[in-house]
């Protein structure tokens, strides 16, 4: 593994150019299914007394994750930068909305 610093925009359009990008349905079923993992590994993780394995854990859970989207966004298409940042301006929104209540 390299020590060359990527940028997380690079690094995201090397990923979808090398996620197998078949069918949507069947990503879609890969991050259903990482995500299901992710959930099973916070069940268990609550009982665990090794931390730093458990951090390690869903540090890899989570890397698999955005693999999985890095090939639908290829797949489909999309921008996201943008679709982060408009959910981010939403959350925004929302955050102010509470605070000045």
Do not use: H
């Amino acid at each position: 593994m390299s020590n060359k610093i990527i940028e997380f925009s690079e690094l995201w359009e090397m990923c979808e150019k090398l996620s197998p990008t078949t069918d949507s349905q069947e990503i879609i079923g890969r991050v259903s299914g990482v995500v299901d993992e992710i959930r099973d590994i916070y069940k268990v993780s609550v009982n665990s007394t090794d931390k730093r394995l458990v951090q390690g854990v869903k540090a890899k859970a989570v890397g698999r994750l955005l693999f999985a989207l890095t090939a639908l966004s290829e797949k489909e298409g999309i921008d996201v930068y943008q679709a982060l940042k408009e959910q981010w301006e939403v959350a925004k929104a929302k955050e102010t909305v509470l605070v000045s209540i």
